[in-house]
């Protein structure tokens, strides 16, 4: 009886986990018929802000540490990227050589910027690690003289895409008789890492390192008196969130095939932190929610131009201006109607239903 | 340790054959002008529930932080089963073997009981991110080992309904019994207790005695404040009464609640 039950249990679960790798081996072609090819493009990115989101969940959803510096990680890891696959330094080392090595550079950074800030918390970890954020952009910006490191705010051109041997994944290629193009290329790759980190942050999460930062965002005097060595642990919090921002920053770089300081400001640490916020602090599905809603809900407010056309015959409201005043009102009301999130877990759906109650 | 000692020895020495396992000698700790300990010598030896207390304020709690290196002292030396933990990290004394609980209970809020108790086994434990994250071989033998061992500590202090309940949901009573499981999960020998009868009605203090007493028959060493007279008393083999920083007196609770002294200090001094 109980077997069967279970037979049955891990049957519907086999077939839940087909229908969701069949869908998302589908997506980029059914969003590319219905919403165009630009849309396709959309998801790669999500994709690479779902990589960042859960990188930053480990630092500030599991460890409780508020860190509003991660950009500074994303960019590290796409400088190593242009550095070494480039005609910057002329040194074209191939991708899966590279993006170690960004992700490893990352996880360093992570330990040295995290070190100093240990011995603070909420607020004052927070602007301490915007600062740092900030300095890593400023330091971009400003190295290309007296030796060109960065090539200053013009930023590294003709990056290498991601190539495998000859099959160079930026290009259109026929397989299995359908046109793959670069940039549905580009999204089996990423989700191929994405899944990877969604694997990593799922198995930490439920072992002795998870519970271990839980307890130091919980009460760390607590947690140390209990015989957690919250020093290191917080470093390998930094560490392991820096190695996913590393990662995703080296396949940026070969994705857009330039890179400049500008893309590493603080609205982009911001917007991260937002993501994991909305979608549910801690929460694995939440945080993804989070990223893919925060992605595509901005390019998706770019249609009102065209909702106040067909509406009124005339744009009353720049698109531009409407986006973010429309994108603000749906934080706000986020944070009012849901304050745990979109996706929150459990644990914290009843923290707050406890509060309220 | 054999059979659980409800009353202390009448000589008030320890048995005979006992080592210190907490030598504290010459401890000072000052806040600002405000001396909180000073010059603080005692002894706890294998095997005994040793009491530590005093009036409000006096440097009880000062000491516990002092002991388990959530304060760096000012001078002296503590030394647990002869290797000195004073000037160490709260992890490390915790993994030379000084477990304890709060006064104001710290638990993991937000964690299930299970989880709380989990957290204790984390010093005990080794898995790294790679043993996690591939669940190695001796990753799964390890976690295995350490839900067993919590699941059955939950039961030892008689909360294991509560396993799967986060820990800020559980009646008070529980929280401060779970606050003891987590403590015993790191496998201690010696288990500070900072009033953990506080705010327990008379059912649950009779519990707490028995938990203890079970404690220490199954050879722990207990160092406990407390306010209760009547728990202290009918505990402690030993006790040591604090007054502004200062050890008033040492003794088996007999000795100690007829010192002038410590009357004084708990009643008011009628000379001054």
């Known amino acids: ?357 | 340790m054999s059979a659980p000692k409800a009353a202390p020895s009448p000589s008030g020495k320890p048995d005979a054959g006992s080592t210190p396992l907490l030598t504290v000698s010459g401890v000072n700790k000052a806040f600002g002008g405000l001396q909180a300990l000073s010059d603080i010598s005692l002894q706890v030896h294998t095997g005994e529930i040793f009491g530590l207390i005093g009036p409000n304020g006096a440097g009880k709690t000062t000491l516990f932080n002092a002991l388990t290196g959530l304060y760096s002292i000012d001078r002296g030396e503590i030394r647990l089963n002869g290797q000195r933990i004073e000037g160490r990290k709260p992890h490390q004394v915790l993994c030379a073997g000084l477990a304890r609980t709060f006064q104001n209970i710290r638990l993991f809020a937000e964690m299930t009981a299970l989880e709380n108790v989990l957290v204790g086994r984390h010093a005990r434990t080794s898995s790294g991110v790679v043993g996690a994250v591939l669940r190695l071989p001796g990753t799964r033998r390890e976690e295995a080992d350490s839900r067993e061992r919590a699941h059955a500590l939950l039961k030892r202090v008689g909360i294991a309904q509560h396993a799967h309940h986060l820990a800020k949901n559980l009646p008070y009573g529980d929280q401060r019994r779970l606050e003891i499981a987590r403590a015993l999960a790191t496998e201690p020998r010696l288990l500070a207790l900072d009033e953990p009868a506080a705010g327990m009605n008379p059912a649950e203090r009779a519990a707490l005695r028995e938990l203890l007493l079970q404690l220490q028959s199954d050879g722990l060493t207990l160092l406990l404040i407390e306010h209760d007279v009547k728990l202290v008393m009918g505990l402690c083999t030993r006790l040591a009464v604090l007054d502004y920083g200062v050890k008033i007196a040492e003794g088996t609770p007999d000795v100690v609640s007829r010192d002038p002294k410590v009357i004084a200090a708990y009643l008011g001094d009628e000379t001054l």
């Open chain 1, 1 to 357: 009886m109980s077997s069967a039950l279970s037979l049955n249990k891990t049957r519907s679960r086999w077939l839940t986990f087909g229908l969701l790798a069949l869908g998302l081996a589908l997506l980029p072609f059914l969003v590319d018929a219905g919403l165009g090819r630009s849309w396709v493009r959309l998801l790669d990115l999500a994709l690479l802000y779902v990589m960042l989101a859960l990188g930053l969940n480990i630092v500030v959803g599991y460890a409780g540490l508020l860190d509003l510096g991660y950009v500074a990680f994303y960019a590290l890891g796409a400088y190593v990227y242009a550095w070494l696959s480039s005609p910057h330094f002329g040194l074209h080392l191939p991708f899966w050589a590279v993006l170690p090595l960004g992700a490893a550079l990352a996880a360093l950074f992570g330990v040295l910027l995290g070190a100093p800030t240990l011995r603070l918390r909420g607020d004052y970890l927070a602007i301490v690690t915007l600062g740092f954020g900030e300095i890593i952009r400023i330091f971009l910006n400003n190295l290309n003289a007296p030796v060109n490191i960065t090539n200053g705010p013009q930023g590294i051109n003709l990056i290498d895409p991601v190539r495998l041997g000859s099959f160079d994944l930026s290009q259109s290629h026929a397989l299995f008789g359908y046109t793959f193009t670069g940039i549905h290329l580009t999204y089996y790759l990423f989700l191929l890492f994405t899944l990877m980190v969604i694997f990593i942050s799922m198995r930490l999460e439920d072992s002795r390192i998870g519970r271990a930062w839980v307890a130091i965002r919980e009460d760390e005097i607590a947690a140390a008196a209990t015989g957690i060595n919250t020093r290191n642990l917080k470093l390998l919090a930094f560490a392991m969130g820096a190695t996913f921002g590393g990662l995703a920053g080296g396949l940026f770089a070969s994705f857009q095939g330039f890179i400049s300081p500008e893309s590493f400001n603080l609205m982009e640490s911001i917007m991260i932190l937002c993501m994991i916020v909305l979608g549910g602090m801690g929460h694995i599905p939440g945080v993804i929610f989070g990223a893919v809603v925060l992605t595509l809900l901005p390019e998706a407010l770019r249609y009102t131009g065209d909702w106040q056309r067909n509406l009124f015959g005339r744009i009353y409201i720049d698109p531009a201006d409407l986006r973010m005043l429309l994108f603000g009102v749906a934080l706000v009301a986020v944070m009012l109607y849901r304050p745990a999130g979109l996706l929150p877990s459990t644990r914290r759906r009843r923290e707050f239903a406890d509060a309220q109650g």
